[in-house]
């Protein structure tokens, strides 16, 4: 009898122990407890130590309060000049209340995804294929909006959405790349264009600047010979100049001076001349000096 009752108090003891353990709970970080107590929510628990009434308070929600990523497969979409087309997106979100996210919408993963597609249509059915291209950032900016708005209620934060890929129909991919091709064909004939445009001009301005040097250097040579003649003659009226100046200061006899004067006609009649005009008053002055040239041959 003694050793019944000691294990029913042993059993007892070590329930009393479970369920005193069990209402001690130790919250990490980044996580939020949901708590209910009889069936009502009583409050919601940080990082820390805690302690719940047994069989009264439970944990009704673990809640992650670290950013998730939910990547949503592709939704057929349609844009204004009706091509159909698949778009995927990646939502960016955030537990900021883990009540309302307990008690706000029942499934908020769903909830979240069906609105994304709901708003990526009426979004892209208000532009056209070329807009829907190249307008990522307005659509990104568009949806988070309206997911941040609707989702609020929620307890949830939308942080970014990005719109991944875009896949229009193969007919429209291979009319883009034909596109594509050709624009990248008449770039590359432009900058060809330009590049044998500006090598044209290249060659223009160095003939251009040959022949300016060529007419500087004519014209600067043409300078240095009429310098140089220019001096020439001036030495020869100087060197005329200073022998008539010594002849004067000689002071000459007229003999001398007719004499001179005959040598002068005397190389001029060794040229090519055939006529030599001489005039009177030289004549008399030439038999004159062809005396004395005979009296000295005697």
């Known amino acids: 009898m003694d050793i019944l009752t000691n294990v029913l108090r042993l059993l007892l003891l070590l329930i009393v122990v479970g369920i005193v353990a069990s209402s001690i709970r130790v919250v990490p970080q980044a996580k939020a407890f949901v708590i209910e107590r009889l069936g009502a929510y009583k ?37 204004k000049d009706n091509v159909t087309m698949e778009i995927d997106t990646v939502v960016y979100f955030q537990i900021t209340d ?27 059915g208000d532009l056209e294929l070329d807009q829907s291209l190249t307008s990522r950032e307005l659509i990104n900016t568009k949806i988070r909006i309206v997911l941040d708005e609707a989702t609020d209620p929620w307890g949830i934060k939308i942080n970014r959405v990005e719109v991944k890929n875009i896949t229009p129909p193969k007919d429209i991919q291979v009319a883009m790349e034909k596109q594509m091709r050709a624009e990248r064909e008449r770039r590359e ?36 010979i009429a310098e140089g003649e220019a001096q020439a003659i001036k030495m020869v009226k100087e060197a005329t100049a200073e022998g008539i100046k010594m002849i004067n200061d000689s002071k000459p006899s007229k003999e001398a001076v007719a004499l001179e004067s005959l040598k002068s006609f005397e190389a001029a009649a060794n040229g090519q001349a055939t006529k ?9 002055i030439a038999g004159l000096a062809t005396s004395i040239k005979e009296l000295i041959k005697e």
């Open 43 to 79: 409050g919601t628990w940080s990082v820390g130590l805690h302690f719940k009434i047994p069989l009264i308070d439970k944990i009704a929600r673990k809640v992650s309060l670290k950013e998730k990523v939910i990547d949503f497969p592709p939704q057929p979409v349609i844009t």
């Open 98 to 124: 883990p009540k309302l996210y307990a008690y706000g919408v029942e499934n908020p993963m769903s909830a979240i995804e069906n609105l994304t597609a709901t708003t990526l249509r009426n979004i892209i």
């Open 189 to 224: 004939v432009m900058i060809r264009a330009e590049g044998e445009k500006r090598a044209a001009i290249l060659r223009a301005e160095g003939n251009k600047e040959a022949v300016i040097l060529d007419a500087e250097a004519k014209r600067e040579s043409d300078i240095r």
């Open 276 to 284: 030599i005009i001489i005039p009177s008053d030289i004549q008399g």
